[in-house]
């Protein structure tokens, strides 16, 4: 009776140990010759071998019989050079299964630029994790997938590199395993293992046009007609040519009318509603409230501890939350060895720390055990908690318990500290829960400030980073408390594209109009979203010009002298807080200086006119107006440039607080020269990198985040771009603006304008655009275009005597041009040359002169609009280093207004048809419904996903 009761606990025991891998695999491994055991390269080893390059010496395919993680060999490859190298077997498989591929990898020297050695499926892109430079120890990686509905077999693959990436350096590959699973393990990522049925599904599925996109066009097309229409029968009246706020030149002390509108309470109710709605939005899915705080930081090599686990375990992952340390090393190296009865403790894994306020996770091997032992190999940077997952589970391990510890004094913090808010282990990382994109430099210096430590990131004036930690300050060191911030200024462009609109446009509806199309416009969803400091400088941007417009519509001598200067002032404040958060509100400093100057000379004109009318003695033009000019000019220098220079020092008092030598007031001054020193050479390339003039046209949108861990076919991203009913609507307004102004110049200054703009277009011909139409023809298309557009024009006007002259003259300059460039090849020093620089910016300044002189007679108030627009956009095209599409983000609210100036003129000449202007807004919200779960990291199906590429150049 006792054997059998002891041969039913062996059973028993024996079941409980195979059962949480019997719960997901029901069968052995379908890899044959799995340890390369058997045979030999010649004579055959159930295994083929190919690689990219087949040259002689480039590659070799070898078995080791010094190197093996099991048994007494190992499959070796050895790329010479960089190379795409692989081992390979068929294996059979059942339709719609999942399984469980894997293996054990040691590397030499594998390069760390391109896919190191890893696990794949044939003509697949996907990977397992792959292993790169040199690993002391046998790494596992394993790779989960599910057979297509007829897959009979598939083919795996064991190598370095991968499709589109090759590298060198030596790889050993042990242990092969293929397992048929039941169901796939909760957190497990399942890929398509039959590419080719996939490609068969694309084929199919195929349609000439996106059928968003089709829509999209057909209702554009539409309101483009209408936009058409207005541009033809539309005659601007008197209120539209003369100044807005005077009615002429008057010799009374008071002239007649101010250019005020104020906002009541109808107003603000409104602003708080549209802002109240846009921040509940904005809100949802934000980012976590919560984060481990309490931390461990190893000071020396060698330091170890080891946990029990409290019972037996088939390890699946372990996952890291990581902080930041003391210093900017935050790199760190990790070894952990589980405990087997017969060998002891023994190698399982190896960790490297790279990353910052962010889950991390490593898959094990489905190895059993009771404990753990983690080493420390390069102590670095801080370590807040430790998950540990057993095999199908979606909780840590509870009830671990510290062992053994052997640490240094110098290490700061507690072990325990790794395992103390084990409720806060994330087990699908994600944006909400860590930092992505450019939020590893922007948040990370935020709380080094609010730390007192030398910051990391010293690219931009630290007032965005300093108005950052303020979030960090009230919700601590977690997503929600290092994006809130930015997500407030996105809520605050409400209200003020609200003020911006009622003030310009004089009525409700069109400010409304404003706040609505800021609420859904894309790149102001997910740029005010994320943990960066452009939502800051495009709210300081939007109000230096708010307060300008104040100044520049209306008469200085009517709102009278300390009346006057209140919009300057506000003006220069809002100026100085855009330098000190980043340097493109320098930009803005020639339009606003251009504004300003403009309305001197107009005042100085009125003066003179007024004079020669010789007024009374007590007129504005003798009592205060000399010593009114002066004392103005005194005030901005105050306000543009003693004030901003104040206000970009005192941002830099919490970098001065850190201890240590060079942290004085100069300090300023040495990070602005490192500043326009680090953006001038900068030549690092990336691929979302795009020109500025791809940016309206949104020829390559940004991709911030690539979610993980997701369901079969799901999908989750965070891209910026425009949204298209509004960038495109943006260009097409433009054009009729540029119509509106030619109509308002003298006919001469039209030839010139078209001349000096296909010029530009000549001069600043994408390079790569240019490889593709070789020099020669270039240059002829080029003549030959500018020659017919003045012909065309010529026949327009008659054959103005004067144009004709213009024309004549225009074209010999740009032949002149022409020849003076001829063949030049376009690469980057080209665009760097002084000649280069010197004949775009004349050409440039031409056509901006041309264009700002006619928006000005044509209406004053819309000039500053496209002032702003202007300067805040002209200055990349001297840019060299690499831009992004998210550089057009602070044009965008002025964008914006001219949209809605367009919509006044046809509201206001054709009241009938508001109706379309509420289809129109309704075209950008609906957009902004259908891109919502792309701009805010929704999880959704890849084909939702893929419906919202409209062009193969949207590379999200």
Known sequence: MSKKLSGICFLFMLIIFISPLNSFGANGNLAQNPGFEEGTIEDGLSWTYDCWDKTEGVTQFLLDENQSHSGSKSALIINNSPNDSRFKQTIKVKPNTYYRMSCWIKTQNVGSENKGANLSIDNSLDTSKDIKGTSEHWEYVELYGKTSPNQESLTLTIGIGGYGSTNTGKAWFDSIEVVELDSMPPGKTAVNMDPNWNAEQDQSNTVMINPFLLAFIVIMAWLTISAFFIVYKYKPGKKNSSPVGTKGISANTQPIKVTKVSLDKKDFIIMASMSLIYLLVALFNLGDLKAPTTSWIPAESGENFVVDLGRDVTLS??????????????????????????????????????????????????????????????????????????????????????????????????????FDEQDLVVFKPSYKNGMYFDEVYHARTAYEHINKMEPYETTHPPLG???????????????????????????????????????????????????????????????????????????????????????????????????????????????????????????????????????????????????????????????????????????????????????????????????????????????????????????????????????????????????????????SKIFTMGNPAIWWTGILVFGIFTVFALSKVKKYFVPIFAVSAIAFVYMVFPSSIAEVINSSKLEIWSLIICAVVLLLLLVFFKFDKKQLLASFASYAVFVITVLAFYGAERDTSFYKQFDTRLAILIFLAICISILLRGIYKYDRKLLLIMTAMVFQYIPWIFVTRSTYIYHYFSIVPFLILSIVYIIKIFVDNYPKGKFLTYIYLGLVFALFILFYPGLSGLEVPVKYMENMKWFNTWYF
Not at 341 to 357: C, N, P, R, V, Y
Request: charged share 15%; proline share 5%; hydrophobic share 45%.
């Open 317 to 418: 992952r372990i996952y890291f939350y990581l902080g930041l340390g003391k210093d900017k090393n935050i790199r760190g190296d990790y070894r952990i060895e589980y405990y087997d009865e017969e060998t002891g403790f023994t190698h399982l894994a190896a960790f490297s720390k790279e990353d910052i306020f962010i889950w991390k996770y490593i898959d094990t091997a489905p190895v059993r055990t009771r404990k753990l032992k983690f080493i420390v190999d390069i102590p670095g940077g801080a370590l807040n908690e430790i998950g540990i997952m057993e095999y199908g589970a979606t909780k840590p391990l509870d009830g671990i318990a510290i062992v053994e510890t052997n640490t240094s004094e110098k290490s700061t913090g507690s072990i325990e500290n790794l």
């Open 465 to 715: 980073k300093v108005i950052m930690s303020l979030g960090i300050l009230v919700f601590g060191m977690v997503p929600f408390g290092w994006r809130i911030m930015g997500t407030l200024f996105g809520v605050a462009m409400i209200p003020a594209m609200y003020a911006f609109g009622k003030k310009v446009f004089q009525k409700r509806f069109y400010a409304f109009c404003a706040a609505f199309l800021m609420m859904f416009e894309f790149m102001h969803f997910s740029q005010t979203r994320i943990a960066t400091i452009d939502s800051y400088v495009t709210f300081f941007i939007i109000l230096m010009y708010y307060y300008m417009y104040d100044y520049f519509i209306n008469k200085s001598y009517v709102l009278g002298f300390r009346q006057s200067l209140k919009p300057l002032f506000f003006s220069g404040l809002f100026f100085g807080l855009g330098i000190a958060s980043k340097w493109i509100a320098f930009y803005g400093a020639a339009g606003l200086a251009l504004l300003f100057f403009v309305t001197k000379i107009n005042e100085y004109n009125d003066y003179k006119k007024l004079i020669a009318k010789n007024p009374p003695k007590d007129s504005w033009a003798y009592r205060f107006y000399p010593l009114y000019i002066n004392s103005t000019f005194l005030y901005c220098i105050f306000a543009f440039i003693l004030m901003p220079l104040i206000i970009y020092i005192m941002s830099y008092i919490p970098w001065m607080q850190v201890p240590g030598e060079g942290h004085g007031l100069s300090l300023f001054y040495k990070n602005s020269l490192d500043m326009f020193d680090y953006h001038a050479n900068l030549v690092d390339s990336h691929p979302y990198q795009s020109a500025w003039w791809e940016w309206p046209i949104m020829v390559k949108p940004m991709a911030f985040y690539f979610g993980s861990d997701l369901g079969p076919n799901m999908a």
